[in-house]
Nanobody
Framework: QVQLVESGGGSVQPGGSLRLSCVVSEFSYVRYCMAWFRQAPGKEREGVGFIDGGGGTTFGDSVKGRFTIFRDNAKKTLYLQMSTLKPEDTAMYYC??????????????????WGQGTQVTVSS
């Protein structure tokens, strides 16, 4: 069973930046579809963005232009670079993976593997 471990969360002021990391336990998954989701208290888990096996990315409307996703295959690590952070970005952020290279969408049902999450708090 593949394992995903997120890190990099913390507290940041509005307008600031933060980079989250997700280390995957199996090397094959660096070529598979992986994504970031987030969940704020009392809200549904929301898709942030994904990267497919070819490196193509797609983002949710709420983060377009502010967040980027990339990976370092040699380190088996997926990253979420967050910029111009807003209080509404406050949430638990989760890394997720599929067992195939293509990404069908940002719905949580497409992803069978999940990390434990890392908390991001944006507040002044």
């Amino acid at each position: 069973q593949v394992q995903l471990v997120e890190s990099g969360g913390g507290s940041v002021q509005p307008g600031g930046s933060l980079r989250l990391s997700c280390v995957v336990s199996e090397f094959s998954y660096v070529r598979y579809c992986m994504a970031w989701f987030r969940q704020a208290p009392g809200k549904e888990r929301e898709g942030v963005g994904f990267i497919d096996g070819g490196g193509g990315t797609t983002f949710g409307d709420s983060v377009k232009g502010r967040f980027t996703i990339f990976r370092d295959n040699a380190k088996k690590t997926l990253y979420l670079q967050m910029s111009t952070l807003k209080p509404e970005d406050t949430a638990m952020y989760y890394c997720a993976a599929r067992d195939v290279p293509w990404c069908s969408g940002l719905e949580r049902g497409y992803f069978g593997h999940w990390g434990q999450g890392t908390q991001v708090t944006v507040s002044s």
